[in-house]
């Protein structure tokens, strides 16, 4: 007996009516983006993992799949390699690609390739999918979609507070009650400092990072293995539950950081960015909130995540400034800020909460019923008629019992069921079922068009 066929863990196949969910996702990103001004590009799949390599910090790199060379792989790899078991080097031998992690590290690559055209400041957005090699878990997936935005060549905090309302008015059309909570990576460094632990910046943003995973205790038994006193945890955990409104937070970290020059800068950013976005009024919470961190090395300023409210989730949306990306690849002084929405989380979080539209799910808005040749081609002509104006229709491609053609349209709920018998046909008319409530009409072509255009044209 053949083995029964499947897909990798962390991957996922989409029906017809669960794609027609992910599209209204997708389009209520993609409108959003174009109205605020954000212009599509896409990039490869695989990159140079020369390009991909160290951008993620020490987690993020293993994280990467690597695409074994073409042809003989093995060829340059050396016998005492093996026999080491020297993993990063027969990688760095075997493989010279690997699938994308995100779509920001591609795309700073692509604003250093493309930079002689393209008008600065530059405004992006991306809808495609990535991949990372973690451990399947709920709301955790090997293979999934990013929507990205991104603004490169401005420094200005505008720039923030802009993503900030789209984020508002993107989880405002799909029905989604939010937290948008923010911090600072200059306020993490400035808390750095203060506890005397400068040079752990990275150590300690990695494992705060982790604080809604594993939880406060776990990650300082992390801190101080990675060489933390017990003395600087003790002194960061209060700042990591730090309570109040933003305005008493942003105090209380001004008093804090007094001594810190980076510190007070980061305080002072926060404060512009959530005092712009109060100014423009949001549906949406924001909150500051000093734990966050994002663990990606490549953020240097603002730091953005979001969190639906009444599902248990992972962040669905998230970003910042990264003002040294593009430096790697050779171009300096370019600053960037973006931001990602997780689709495949926000597809979890809307099938839970059910807050679909009812109509995304029916494709076809009419099928006509087929009775034989000389009527079925009739009702082709009709067909041809109803695509032209837009509305989406289909002819049953069998002269079938009646019983199963019937049966297909509720099956895939489609709305109006058109009859095209012999005295239809004699007549050069159409009978419009309404399946919703069995009522029926007889009209012709073109009052066939004119009806169905008017109520579910594309």
Known sequence: MAQKPGIPKGTRDFSPAEMARRNYIFD???ETFRLFGYKQIETPAMENLSTLMGKYGEEGDKLLFKILNSGDFMKSVKPEDI?????PRLTNEMCEKGLRYDLTVPFARFVVQHRQDLQMP????????VWRADRPQKGRYREFYQCDADVVGSDSLNNEIELMSLIDMVMKRLGIRTVIKVNNRKVLTGIAEMIGEADKIVDITVAIDKIDKIGIDNVNVELLSKGLSEKAVAALRPLLEMEGDNAAKLDTLAALLKDSETGLKGVEELREV???IDALGHDCDVELDVSLARGLNYYTGTIIEVKARDVEIGSITGGGRYDNLTGVFGVSG???VGISFGADRIYDVLNQLELYPAEITSAVKVMFVNFGKEESAFAARCVKALREAGVSAQLYPDAAKMKKQMALANAEGIPYVAI?????????KVTLKRMADGSQEIV???ELTDILSKECAI
Not at 83 to 87: F, G, Q, S, T, Y
Not at 421 to 426: A, D, F, Q, W, Y
């Open 28 to 30: 209520t990103i993609r």
């Open 83 to 87: 026999e080491a078991n020297n993993l």
């Open 122 to 129: 530059f405004k992006r957005f991306q809808i495609q999918p």
């Open 274 to 276: 959530i005092s712009g």
């Open 334 to 336: 370019l600053s960037g």
């Open 420 to 428: 095209v018998g012999e005295t239809e046909l004699k007549e050069g």
């Open 444 to 446: 012709t072509p073109a």
